[in-house]
Every structure is written in C-alpha cells, then in structure tokens.
C-alpha cells in the first residue's frame, strides 16, 4: 500500500506554530502518512525561532512513544537558517544532536525576512520585485554551496507575498539565478524540498514552481522531500498530493527517505495517495 511522507512539519516550540508534536503526529496517521518529520526553526539572532537541543531530545523520546501507539514514524530534524557571518554557532548546532534530516533555508535577504509579509512587501518596495527575486535566489545559492545542508527549503519563497496570479513575476526574469541555484545544489549534493504550502498562498502552487522544477531535473539535482511546510495540525500533510503530481509532471520519478541525514530513493509510487 502507497503512504505518502511530510518531511517539514513545525511545533509550538518556535512561536509561529500552534501544533504540538503529539497533535501534528496524531493528524498525520489520521490521514495515512508513513512517516513525518518535526523540522522546528533554528534561526540565529532570534530566541523564539530557536529550538535548542534540550527541546529535540525531549521531542525524540515523545517520538519513539507516539510512534509505537501511532503507527507512524516521526523523524526529527531543523529548519536551519543560513548565516555567512555565524558559521561556526550554524556547525555547532548541527553537530549537537543526531539529526535524521536538515532543512536549509534562506528567509532573509539584505536584513528582511521575506516569509512574513511586511518583510517582503519592504524589499519589494525598496529595491524591486525583480531584484528581490534575484537576491533571494543568490541567498539560496550561499546557503546550498556551503553543503551544510541536506534539502533546501522552498527555493522560490520570495512568491509568497510578491505576486498574484494576477500580476507574476516573470520566470525568464530571474531564471539566470534559479540556474545558479541549480547548479550550486547539483555540485554540492544537497538536494531540495517540493514545498506544498505556496498552494493555500497566492502563488496557487508548490515552491518551487513549475519552471523551476523542470530545471532541477534537467540539471539532476537531488534527493528530492515533499514536506506541508504545516504550523496547524489541520495542515500536516495538506496539499502533499498535489506537491507529488508536480514532481511527476516535471519528470521526478523518485523521493528520499531520510534517517541519521542518510537518504534512500524510492519510486513515486510508493509515496502517493491511494486515489
């Protein structure tokens, strides 16, 4: 039987979820998820963003209890922002804790944090919304050239409060620095995630989007996650199948199980909802 996995999940312990770990488990087995992955923020310079190891090692025995009553399996990980000038603080914290996978991303460019909406709206203002495009996807480039990481998270992010279907970004115009990217992932081997949350936002579909995606595979970049991106247990594993149909219209036919930041590729098929 096929069972879908969400690789990106968030818990209360950072500010901007309401989810406990047992609530986002417990939402997940509901809807026939094999495994899950609990990837908390860790973004330095910013303490309610941070999950310490004290918190993930309390959350890994509650994993291995809700895993056996469940029937799920949850893996932990990190949400790690990248930082050029705190490297150092970045390594120690991945060296603290036996992590099954790291998240990278890039939720800041030039001091805005482009995930929240005043943020972007300022930079968009401030310098364009197509060299915010550009310099959100050189910040991305850094982060999976220093190989710090095992996925990075929505490549595109910069979609979420920058256009509307109305009124896109258009592709060809930062295509030069998704190449970048591209090629930085390839010759680092860190892989990326299909994130399914930009479906409930304006963008309408997964980060990256449909352009992107089809580069990626040109280029051979992997492994490949599909995560919810979810801070509500409602959302734990939404909008996964249509994250799953994307990858296959773009020409995936494999996604990664992660564990110990080891991954294994697996055919499609065995990732996707009974339909």
């Not at 690789?7 to 986002?24: I, K, M, P, R």
């Not at 490297?87 to 991303?105: K, M, N, T, W, Y």
Request: negative net charge; proline residues 3%.
């Amino acid at each position: 039987m096929s069972r879908p996995t969400d690789y990106h999940l968030h818990s209360n312990t950072t500010e901007d979820s309401v989810a406990t770990v047992e609530q986002l488990a417990r939402a997940a087995a509901a809807r026939g998820f094999a495994e899950i992955a609990v990837t908390d923020h860790f973004i330095l310079g910013y303490d309610n963003y941070r999950v310490t190891v004290e918190q993930l090692e309390a959350h890994r025995a509650l994993a291995k209890e809700l895993g056996g009553k469940l029937g799920i399996k949850i893996l932990l990980g990190a949400e790690v922002d990248y930082f050029e000038d705190r490297l150092p603080e970045i390594r120690a914290f991945l060296d603290s804790f036996d992590f099954d996978i790291v998240i990278g991303a890039a939720h800041f460019v030039d001091g805005r944090g482009i995930a929240a909406e005043p943020g972007a709206k300022a930079l968009v203002r401030d310098i364009g919304r197509t060299e915010a495009f550009r310099r959100s996807l050189r910040a991305v480039e850094r982060a999976a050239r220093s190989g710090m990481f095992d996925v990075m998270a929505h490549l595109d992010v910069i979609r979420k409060f920058s256009e509307t279907p109305e009124d896109r970004e258009p592709y060809e115009n930062y295509a030069e620095e998704a190449e970048r990217v591209a090629d930085a992932l390839a010759e680092s081997g860190v892989g990326f995630e299909v994130n399914c949350r930009g479906f409930s936002h304006s963008t309408g579909g997964q980060y990256p989007g449909g352009e992107f995606l089809s580069l990626l595979k040109s280029r051979g970049v992997g492994p490949v996650t599909v995560g919810s991106d979810a801070h509500t247990a409602r959302d734990a594993g939404a909008d996964i199948d249509r994250g799953i149909d994307a990858l296959r219209a773009a020409g995936f036919d494999r996604l990664a199980r992660f564990e110990r930041r080891r991954a294994t590729l697996a055919p499609l098929e065995e990732f996707e909802f009974k339909r």
